[in-house]
């Protein structure tokens, strides 16, 4: 990676929800034209670290350097100027049910440029080429499956040729074949119009299909960064037993401790 | 971006220079509304990026041309410009020429 532009830099970002760390000091940096899948726990920080990296949370510490500029210090003007040039797949594909899907997609063009309407209609049928659903435009989003609408989402964050993509739990509730053709579009797409792919998952099939680099976080700390063969035989017992699925191991969904009769009392006076 | 219009062995000739982008394809349709020759070359030698809005100025060319009768053809494009009009499938849509030479013995 070290010939690589890099696109994203992320230095000691630590953000806290109340006394509860979430993010503790991570460090990342992300490179031109690669996919990098963030993945983790519930709970162990991805989510936030992604909100950081679009702007829409400010840490309580660091810096998120993209384009050029700490996007933890842009005030709303230079973040909206910073929002035209990535885009962003959210987790349901977020689509205005009122409008029809070619009015979604054209959604951030209207917001963002000035083009004639016989242009933002060619620029709509395009990509939704691109997402394989040509003659989609008219219909709305009730008329879609789960799939479809993640792929029209797709469309949408790729209207303004954005130079990122931010994907938040991609394939979340889609049967295995319509996941595969979603991780076919992200790896595609990536390496033709070479787009740097974010994708926040825990889906190991995914994670192994379409990722370059993957970064693995528990409990708001980076615990490894590497590429899908060196996570796959990582050592880590954490990373293993995230990756096999065992219900049994570091990673414990059990609350442990001996202050369990102290903290269902604590109301209770003596 | 620039745009110049020519008039060349009874073509017209636009050579863009630059990026054309979602700010500056404007100026290239523009540019393209006040010409009315059913042979048109558009030699894209010089430009170096052209975004969805660019691409979609150029179809809109494409069918105005054909809906007159006339032809419309993209000279010189380097590959990086090419591989753009590849992966939306519009290089099946356009007839691509190497060179502005070309384009005007073909088209």
């Known amino acids: 990676m070290s010939d690589k532009e890099i696109v994203i830099s992320v230095r000691n970002l630590t953000r806290n929800f109340g006394e509860r760390r979430i993010l503790n000091g991570i460090n990342l940096e992300i490179c031109q034209g690669e996919t990098l899948v963030i993945m983790g726990g519930s709970g162990c920080g991805k989510s936030t670290l992604l909100r950081h990296l679009i702007g829409s949370m400010k840490p309580d510490s660091g810096e998120v350097w993209m384009f050029g500029q700490d996007i933890a210090k842009a005030n709303e003007d230079e973040l909206d100027q910073i929002r035209k040039k990535f885009g962003m797949l959210f987790q349901s594909g977020a689509l205005f049910d009122s409008m029809t899907v070619g009015e979604n997609i054209a959604l951030p063009l209207r917001e963002h440029a000035k083009l004639d309407e016989d242009i933002i209609s060619i620029i709509i049928k395009m990509k939704l080429e691109l997402v394989g659903l040509r003659g989609f435009e008219n219909l709305m989003p009730s008329q879609l499956s789960g799939g479809m609408k993640k792929r029209v989402g797709l469309a949408r964050a790729l209207v303004m040729d954005p130079k990122i993509i931010f994907y938040d739990e991609p394939t979340a509730g889609l049967d295995p074949v319509m996941t595969g053709v979603v991780d076919k579009l992200t790896i595609d797409l990536t390496r033709k119009l070479n787009i740097t792919s974010v994708v926040v998952t825990h889906d190991m099939g995914s994670v192994f299909r379409i990722a370059d680099r993957i970064v693995m976080l528990h409990q708001g700390n980076v615990l490894q960064i590497g590429t899908p063969d060196e996570i796959k035989h990582s050592k880590n017992p954490i990373i293993q037993q995230f990756i096999t699925g065992a219900a049994e191991g570091p990673i414990s969904f059990m609350q442990t401790g001996d202050n369990y009769l102290e903290h269902l009392t604590s109301k209770i006076k003596e | ?107």
């Open chain 2, 1 to 107: 971006m620039e745009v110049k219009a020519l008039e060349e062995n009874g073509f017209s000739v636009f050579q863009v220079t630059g990026e054309i982008n979602i700010s500056t394809s404007p100026e290239l349709r523009k540019a393209f509304e006040k010409q009315s020759s059913k042979k048109v070359v558009v030699d894209l030698e010089k430009v170096t990026y052209i975004d969805s809005s660019g691409l979609a100025t150029l179809v809109e060319m494409l069918k105005k041309t054909k809906a007159q009768g006339g032809s419309l053809g993209l000279a010189g494009m380097t590959d990086k410009v090419k591989s753009l009009f590849e992966i939306t499938k519009l290089d099946k849509l356009f007839s691509i020429y190497s060179s502005r030479a070309q384009a005007l013995t073909q088209v």
